[in-house]
């Protein structure tokens, strides 16, 4: 078994300066600081938990990424998950959804990126998610579902924290995601701020929306609006007919200089993808960094790269992260290069494909 990783002590040390960076920013208020000093403390108990399952030859990532249903209550243009998995049939059910979370615990995952369709249409998630107070839960919503209960959870459970997604501006907004969701986001997010929770914006950097959203008024104005972490993702093309929407390379150089004087200027966390990837060794899906699973309970690569060998319906999460695809990825320099139009697996799909062809399917008792 290849229980090689990227650069796992650089990953390792960056996430520790991410949660460091998070608890100085959140040191205005205890509850929330509470919580980082907690993932904080869990980081090292995780990473000590993940030396030892590779000692015993079992490569354990730091992260998942946990897309819990397919269904959305919008329709956005370009959306990968409804291009990959129009189906929302066969989702696992809540005692499942639990049982991946704990036994990720377990193994020495140190935190979760919760995702969809929009996630907030499982409501028993909040209880699962309360449940694992070590734990930080990074969770993808388009807002609009984030209800007044919602909102008092959060309040509870400093430990789930909302990533809103925004597209640039008014326009820019709607005309992707629907009319009148930009101004319902951004009267929740004055609510969010009125109710002291701690929160982020996940931006897909798109060709058209770029200057508007790296734009320094449009940051600072979040900034004072309350929001204390910026995802960027370049976007990839998943829709035929998105093409275009991929950054240039020269929007991708400005990006990466751009990361710096954020992080100066702002007391904000900033995280873009792929460039902080690159930092840490490149591409990190296939169990480098991180591992994804989606609704149906299928581990795959990454959440653009829907191609897998191993089910959590049959096999613990233990056996799947021995995936001979993932063995196979990581086995392959190209496909942990950042080259720009997204996501190298689906990029280099065919390669990807071949991969799960040639392997062979292992069976788990």
Request: include cysteine; charge should be positive; glycine fraction near 8%.
């Amino acid at each position: 078994m290849d229980t090689r990783t990227a650069s796992p002590r650089p990953l390792n040390g960056a996430l520790k300066v991410f949660y460091k960076d998070a608890l100085r920013i959140a040191l205005s208020s205890p509850r929330q600081a509470l919580a980082f000093v907690r993932a904080l403390f869990w980081l090292g108990q995780a990473a000590r938990r993940r030396a030892s399952w590779r000692r015993r030859g079992v490569n354990v990532p730091p992260i998942v990424i946990f897309s819990v249903t397919d269904r959305c209550n919008l329709a956005c243009k370009g959306c990968y998950a409804q291009s990959f998995r129009p189906s929302p049939e066969g989702e696992l059910d809540a005692t499942e959804l639990r049982k991946v979370i704990e036994e990720a615990r377990g193994l020495g995952v140190s935190f979760f990126v919760i995702a969809g369709g929009e996630p907030l249409l499982r409501p028993e998630l909040g209880r699962i998610m309360a449940d694992f107070p070590q734990m930080i839960f990074f969770v993808f919503t388009n807002g609009l579902l984030l209800t007044d209960d919602w909102i008092a959870t959060l309040r509870r459970r400093r430990n789930i924290v909302p990533l809103l997604s925004l597209e640039g501006d008014l326009a820019m907004t709607d005309e992707r995601r629907g009319p009148g969701t930009y101004d319902r986001l951004r009267a929740l997010i004055g609510r969010l701020k009125k109710r002291g929770i701690f929160f982020g914006v996940s931006l897909t950097l798109t060709r058209p929306h770029f200057s508007t959203i790296t734009a320094p008024e449009y940051t600072k104005s979040l900034v004072a609006a309350g929001c204390k972490f910026f995802l960027y993702l370049e976007y990839t093309p998943t829709v035929e007919g998105t093409e275009d929407w991929t950054l240039t390379a020269g929007q991708r150089a400005e990006m990466r200089g751009a990361l710096p004087a954020w992080r100066a200027a702002h007391r904000a966390l900033f995280i873009a993808v792929p460039w902080d990837e690159d930092d840490v060794g490149g591409c990190l899906s296939a169990g480098r960094g991180f591992v994804h699973i989606n609704p149906r309970g299928d581990v795959e690569p990454c959440p653009f790269a829907p191609f897998s060998d191993s089910n959590l319906r049959r096999m613990p999460l233990r056996a799947a992260l021995g995936s001979k695809l993932f063995e196979a990825i990581r086995s392959v320099p190209q496909l942990a290069r950042e080259t720009g139009e997204g996501c190298i697996l689906w990029k280099e799909r065919a390669l990807v494909i071949s991969l799960l062809e040639s392997g062979s399917q292992t069976n788990y008792s």
